[in-house]
């Protein structure tokens, strides 16, 4: 088990960019897989992103593909989402996801895989 503290998050205007940062605990960290998530009030928990152990293998989900991207730092035992182009829909809380992985490229594509999750941290995107 890890914990996950995210950071990051804040106001931003439409257009604009923002850096989530997720770091991990505990010597295990190229272990696991690891993913963000968001959910908007009222609405279901989206796929945002996802990236494998060694860093090789990214994955997005449709609504960011183009504008964000997953990156790890094994060293720093830190995950990053770089969010561009930002619109008002990408308003959510966005959580950080773990999974232990078997093999160097395998990689979470829902959220019923995850194995740990972070506390969130909120973005919001003004018009």
């Known amino acids: 088990q890890v914990q996950l503290v995210e950071s990051g998050g804040g106001l931003v205007q439409a257009g604009g960019s923002l850096r989530l940062s997720c770091a991990v605990s505990g010597r295990t960290f190229s272990s696991y897989a690891m993913g963000w998530f968001r959910q908007a009030p009222g609405k279901e928990r989206e796929f945002v992103g996802a990236i494998s152990r060694s860093g090789g293998i990214t994955s997005y989900g449709d609504s960011v593909k183009g504008r964000f991207t997953i990156s790890r730092d094994n060293a720093k035992n830190t995950v990053y989402l770089q969010m561009n182009s930002l619109k008002k829909e990408d308003t959510a809380l966005y959580s950080c996801?773990?999974?232990?992985?078997?093999?160097?490229?395998?990689?979470?594509?829902?959220?019923?895989?995850?194995?740990?999750w972070g506390q969130g941290t909120q973005v919001t995107v003004s018009s």
């Open positions: 996801a773990a999974r232990r992985s078997p093999t160097m490229e395998w990689i979470i594509r829902s959220a019923n895989v995850v194995s740990d």
